[in-house]
């Protein structure tokens, strides 16, 4: 049965950092493409950031380049986002995604979701 669910969202005030994580059962993250989306109330959901099966290449929306950072632990089988300088326009519910390519971070074709974690910034 394959599974995500993320940890580690809460309330953080502006400019305060999170680092979120995402635990895979079923699977081992190393072997697909992983990723971190993000929807606002009212808004669709967005590519936040993927890293590659190997773990070489990772991509960013604009938005957060130079502030978050996506990894993974494959003998953990966790992917993690380090997310910094937090604004209030990060305020988000944050969803791990993995999919079998990189090539997009469009959410269509990201196939296994977690739950979601919501990042509120103050």
């Known amino acids: 049965h394959v599974q995500l669910v993320e940890f580690g969202g809460g309330a953080v005030p502006g400019g305060g950092s999170l680092r979120l994580s995402c635990a895979g059962s079923?699977?081992?993250?190393?072997?697909?493409?992983m990723g971190w989306f993000r929807q606002a109330p009212g808004k669709e959901r967005e590519g936040v950031a993927v890293?590659?099966?190997?773990?070489?290449?990772?991509r960013y929306a604009d938005s957060v380049k130079g502030r978050f950072t996506i990894n993974r632990d494959i003998v953990e089988s966790t992917l993690y986002l380090r997310m910094n300088r937090l604004g209030a326009e990060d305020s988000a519910m944050y969803y791990c995604?993995?999919?079998?390519?990189?090539?997009?971070?469009?959410?269509?074709?990201?196939?296994?979701w977690g739950q979601g974690t919501q990042v509120t910034v103050s």
């Open positions: 079923g699977f081992i993250v190393s072997t697909v493409c």
């Open positions: 995604a993995a999919g079998a390519s990189c090539r997009t971070m469009d959410p269509r074709q990201f196939d296994v």
């Open positions: 890293i590659t099966d190997d773990g070489t290449r990772t």
